[in-house]
């Protein structure tokens, strides 16, 4: 098992920037590639960032892209994601994911493990 904790949501206005973390413990060894993914009220959840293993490649949904940056420090089990020039659209609930399989084109393509959750609102 694999247990992920998120933290650093919050409120902020638009244009201005959060920066979430991922915590993960347990057997970590178990995956590899990790992602974020958001929920707004009464929609789908949808993947925002993607990140391999090694961290050497990472995936953005063109709605993110330029705006977000997901990284990762394995020494530490842990995965970031910053956000800048944010937008109300950006309010969801964003959650961290862990998985075996990355690629280019979806990022995390199957997550094996959930985070509980962050609240993140995009507001003035």
């Known amino acids: 098992q694999v247990q992920l904790v998120e933290s650093g949501g919050g409120l902020v206005q638009p244009g201005g920037s959060l920066r979430l973390s991922c915590a993960a413990s347990?057997?970590?060894?178990?995956?590899?590639?990790m992602g974020w993914f958001r929920q707004a009220p009464g929609k789908e959840r949808e993947s925002v960032a993607g990140i391999s293993g090694s961290g050497s490649s990472t995936y953005y949904p063109q709605s993110v892209k330029g705006r977000f940056t997901i990284s990762r420090d394995n020494a530490k089990n842990t995965v970031y994601l910053q956000m800048n020039s944010l937008k109300p659209e950006d309010t969801a609930v964003y959650y961290c994911a862990a998985g075996r399989v990355y690629n280019d084109y979806v990022g995390l393509v199957k997550s094996d493990y959930w985070g509980q959750g962050t609240q993140v609102t995009v507001s003035s």
């Open positions: 347990g057997h970590t060894s178990s995956t590899n590639a």
